[in-house]
T-cell receptor, first 114, second 115 residues
Framework: AQSVTQLDSQVPVFEEAPVELRCNYSSSVSVYLFWYVQYPNQGLQLLLKYLSGSTLVKGINGFEAEFNKSQTSFHLRKPSVHISDTAEYFCAVGDSGGYQKVTFGTGTKLQVIP | KAGVTQTPRYLIKTRGQQVTLSCSPISGHRSVSWYQQTPGQGLQFLFEYFSETQRNKGNFPGRFSGRQFSNSRSEMNVSTLELGDSALYLC??????????????FGPGTRLLVL
């Protein structure tokens, strides 16, 4: 079984400051890791994903994440946030053992303060 | 390419009624997954359909059911609605390849309110 933990339910940060959203996972098989973003009144869209290879993954809108196998983490970072980054962010894990077996975390609401 | 569409976008029902939600995936996608999103429970997986067959199922009661048509469009049905079924229901489409590495493309959701 796989699981995802997003420790922070809400993260306030000032505009132009850096931010890190934390994600830890557990799985008994090889995993694929995702970050999705949900803007108000919209569905989720993919920010970035880790399948294999380089542990530093770059995504859209200036976000990046680092896969750390020893710490079973996949934290999301952005060096300078904008007001438009205010949204809810979901970490997700997919395991290699089945079809579309993706488990989502409970989400982190990023509130960018002007 | 048109994105994932869901209808209706908003729905108000009363307890005991039933409801049917519809999802049209991206053209060429054969997998449709359904999720329930609530403030307390987050995103919970309901089920996934691929080529008209339910391939994966989450831990929801039998009141929640679905189906998929030959054109990959999918419907989700909830019978005997309860107050706790109030939620945003999201569907996501993908090609449906083996393994969990695919990106899922989400629709805007159907917001259901049960009174």
């Amino acid at each position: 079984a796989q699981s995802v933990t997003q420790l922070d339910s809400q993260v306030p940060v000032f505009e132009e400051a850096p931010v890190e959203l934390r994600c830890n996972y557990s799985s008994s098989v090889s995993v694929y890791l995702f970050w999705y973003v949900q803007y108000p009144n919209q569905g989720l869209q993919l920010l970035l994903k880790y399948l294999s290879g380089s542990t530093l993954v770059k995504g859209i809108n200036g976000f990046e994440a680092e896969f750390n196998k020893s710490q079973t983490s996949f934290h999301l970072r952005k060096p300078s946030v904008h007001i438009s980054d205010t949204a809810e962010y979901f970490c997700a894990v997919g395991d290699s053992g089945g079809y579309q077996k993706v488990t989502f975390g409970t989400g982190t609401k990023l509130q960018v303060i002007p | 390419k048109a994105g994932v569409t869901q209808t209706p976008r908003y729905l108000i029902k009363t307890r005991g009624q039933q409801v049917t939600l519809s999802c049209s995936p991206i053209s060429g996608h054969r997998s449709v997954s359904w999720y329930q999103q609530t403030p307390g429970q987050g995103l919970q997986f309901l089920f996934e359909y691929f080529s008209e067959t339910q391939r994966n199922k989450g831990n929801f009661p039998g009141r929640f059911s679905g189906r998929q048509f030959s054109n990959s469009r999918s419907e989700m049905n909830v019978s005997t609605l309860e107050l706790g079924d109030s939620a945003l229901y999201l569907c996501a489409s993908s090609l449906g390849l083996a393994g969990g590495q695919e990106t899922q493309y989400f629709g805007p959701g159907t917001r259901l309110l049960v009174l």
